[in-house]
């Protein structure tokens, strides 16, 4: 975020816009504030305040209004350095030891200890009353939800803003709009090597993955393996590597750190840690374990990071809580709590970060949620099949004349006599409503959508 960022300016704008119970539209802010700011310069702050959670837009063009999230005072937020993260004594401790020169750390390598020590629902890396507090963020409504069902309702900001913070993390440079497009559109960004591109798509398959398939899904072997293969498709030297156990040593940038290279034990530890995983009631708890014990095993040749983060997440999308998505997040402090584990065997640091991390994602995603009103329920219950029918229009390029008696035939086969009518209704209304921004969601590319549409504005 640039320096010159008017502090002032934006404490103004968010302070009106916080005092406004309907809120305001862009002519009322700008009318409304004392000093003058032109139009485009307005609309930046606006965008400004709006990434950094401190308003929230709804609407679009001249419906478009502007209102207070409560997310805090706009001091709290560093604009050119990302978001602060506070530490805890031993957290501030820790990130003093790992940030030393590398010449001053001693030379380590995989203690298997570390894994035996944790006794699931008895050893606890996060405080009771720190499991307590996420609950209640992570779940606004105060009451449990069907597995899945809030991260089907923000399933589209999920692909984004996981896709993008987690490939951040990574060193990732696609900025949050390229991100955004290539996931919607398919539109690769110019100025960006294959891998990049293909790390996002390679996001935005796992995360599909994890939200479509929560009601069967389990923190086991077999899901961790498969997450892997999703994250590493076309990213690897060795494609039969892709959700496969690592056969040969692998090295960790910066650290003296050195994970464990004889295969049979990567496989035994492995085997131990997803088990111990699943058998861990609490999915906070079961969420930061495998973001703590994954990434020290180094189990894969590569994204061992990455499956952690995405892996996590399965217990919150599960438990029917908000997902995380790492917005924001430093990715030195979370560098930095990561060589704690790895180093030291330490998860304070890394502990600072998960809780601050799961707070920021939590309140933008209740946000997010709440501008998007209440879901229609049929719409949910047949999320699955809407998805597929109108995938197979446009795939099979089934011209207007065609969509009613396709539908009918399509219903008629697969769901109960009552239901049909409205489910006619309903697919009939997002062909409708289908255009460039939105046919990703269906499982279709940009050119079989170009051809569709053009054989549509042809009929």
């Not at 996060?126 to 499991?131: A, E, G, H, M, Y």
């Not at 991100?179 to 919607?184: A, N, P, S, W």
């Not at 891998?195 to 398939?213: D, G, P, R, W, Y």
């Not at 994954?294 to 061992?304: G, K, R, S, T």
Request: hydrophobic share 40%; charged share 25%; glycine share 8%.
């Amino acid at each position: 975020m640039p320096k010159s960022v008017d502090q002032e300016e934006l404490a103004a704008i968010a302070a009106m816009i916080g005092r406004a119970p309907g809120g305001m539209s862009i002519r009322e802010i700008r009318f409304g504030l004392e000093m003058k700011i032109e139009p485009r310069t307005l609309a930046r702050r606006l965008a400004l305040l709006v990434e950094a959670n401190k308003i929230t837009r709804k609407g679009r063009g001249r419906a478009t209004r502007y209102q207070g999230s409560g997310e805090g005072d706009i001091a709290d937020t560093q604009w050119s350095k990302g978001a602060r993260i506070p530490l805890s004594e031993a957290g501030a401790e820790i990130a003093q030891a790992v940030g030393r020169s590398l010449v001053q750390r001693s030379p380590v390598s995989y203690r298997r200890e570390f894994l035996d020590a944790y006794e699931p629902n008895r050893t606890s890396y996060l405080p009771p009353d720190t499991r307590a507090e996420l609950a209640r963020i992570g779940r606004p409504d105060g009451e449990p939800q069907p597995v899945g069902t809030y991260a089907r309702r923000i399933l589209d900001r999920l692909l984004i803003d996981l896709s993008f913070h987690s490939s951040r993390l990574e060193g990732n440079t696609y900025s949050l709009l390229e991100t955004q497009r290539l996931i919607e559109r398919g539109r690769l960004a110019h100025g960006h090597d294959a891998e990049e591109s293909q790390m996002i798509l390679n996001h935005k398959a796992a995360i599909e993955f994890l939200v479509e398939s929560a009601g069967e899904l389990a923190v086991d072997r077999l899901t961790i393996l498969n997450l892997h293969a999703l994250l590493a498709e076309n990213l690897l030297g060795d494609p039969a590597a892709e959700g496969r156990l690592r056969k040969g040593p692998v090295a960790i940038g910066g650290s003296p750190y050195l994970p464990n290279a004889v295969p049979q034990t990567i496989e035994e530890c492995f085997n131990q840690l997803t088990l111990v995983a699943s058998r861990i009631a609490d999915p906070f708890e079961q969420c930061f374990f495998l973001l703590v014990q994954i990434p020290y095993l180094q189990p894969f040749e590569d994204a061992n990071k990455r499956v952690s983060r995405l892996a996590g997440n399965i217990p919150l999308i599960r438990g029917g809580l908000s997902p995380l998505s790492f917005v924001d997040v430093p990715r030195e402090e979370y560098t930095s709590g990561l060589l704690g584990v790895y180093e030291l065997n330490r998860v304070e640091l890394l502990r600072d970060v998960f809780v601050w991390s799961y707070k920021r994602s939590a309140r933008r995603f209740a946000a997010i949620r709440n501008s998007l009103g209440s879901p229609d329920e049929f719409r949910l219950r047949f999320r699955a099949e809407i998805k597929e029918i109108v995938g197979e229009i446009i795939r099979g390029v089934i011209p207007p004349t065609e969509f009613i008696a396709f539908t009918e035939r399509w219903a008629r086969d697969r769901l109960p006599p009552a239901e049909r009518a409205r489910f006619e209704t309903v697919i009939e209304a997002e062909l409708v409503g289908l255009h460039e921004g939105n046919f990703a969601r269906y499982r279709v590319t940009p050119a079989q959508f170009e051809v569709w549409m053009a054989a549509d504005e042809a009929e």
